[in-house]
């Protein structure tokens, strides 16, 4: 997706978020074309790739339309993401080279200091950064596009709304620390844990957020209730900094 269709996809999912744009809500390409002031093309791509995300909807003859966010699907696919991002930063730890491990630290000291300036937009590119350098680490070029594909589903969850909610964006950086000593040290199992415990952060900041935008009355019927079964379906033990395994949650069972 080209530079143009991702801002019109970040501006349409802002707009969803908000409450700008209500469930049903018709999304006409020629007259967000006008809106944009841009060809049709790059509406039409960023209208597709917001349909992977669940905030809208295409049906045949009638176009795309905003949807109602389903929450029980949303955690499908950050339960989805956190398995994979997990074992993105498993494989990174075994057989990223000092070079690429020393890149992301780099990049997570950065991001660092822009939540110590204050800055929510230099941090959210760095926090993309960061993972696309551990996808690059896990040294899997099929891990590396399904993880990617996942990420870019749930891109429009990560946009500066969320990091802004309480704590958020020290939160996410306290955590990336903690993935990024894991991975520095060869510590598999500690990387695997602590990239899905943050994984499981975001996923329930979001959640909390269409929760209490919800009920404030702020987006109407944007959000379909989870149903009070799915935050702890992702919760996961705090990650420790030593390599000893921990308790695994309900949500993977006894798959290692």
Known sequence: MSTLSQKISQRLARDIVDGVLKPGAKLEE?????????SRSPVRDALRELAGTG???SQPR???SVATIDLAGLLDLFEAASEVEGLCAKLCALRAGMAEKKQIELVHNRARKAVLDGD???????NESFHQYIYIGARNRNL??????LRQRLEAFRSQEFFNTGDRLQTSVAEHEVITRA???ADAVGAFDAMCAH?????????????????????GNTVAPAGGRLLPRLTRPAPVTTAAKKPRSAARGTRR
């Open 30 to 38: 020629i007259v967000l074309a006008k809106r944009f002031r841009v």
């Open 55 to 57: 905030l809208i909807e």
């Open 62 to 64: 009638r176009g795309f």
């Open 120 to 126: 929510a937009d230099s941090y959210a590119e760095l």
């Open 144 to 149: 590396q596009a399904l993880a990617a594909n």
């Open 183 to 185: 991975i520095i040290r």
């Open 199 to 219: 994984t499981a952060s975001s996923a329930t900041n979001v959640i909390e957020f269409f929760e209490k935008q919800h009920g404030g009355g702020r987006a």
